[in-house]
């Protein structure tokens, strides 16, 4: 079973760079307060990391 993280957007895009933009987008997350599971790796680490001030991890 491979571990999950949840992830929510918590703040909208108007405004930010149009690469976190589509790193919002990469994650699957689309209007603010939408939550997505994913997988735990590297990757979406990484990318939670580059839009940190947009998103939460959630338990």
């Not at 929510?8 to 994650?27: E, S, Y």
């Amino acid at each position: 079973m491979a571990k999950t993280l949840k992830v929510q957007l918590v703040k909208g895009l108007i405004g930010t760079r149009v690469d976190h933009r589509a790193t919002v987008r990469g994650l699957g997350l689309r209007r603010v307060n939408s939550v997505r599971e994913l997988e735990d790796t590297p990757a979406v680490r990484g990318m939670i990391n580059k839009v940190s001030y947009l998103v939460k991890v959630v338990a």
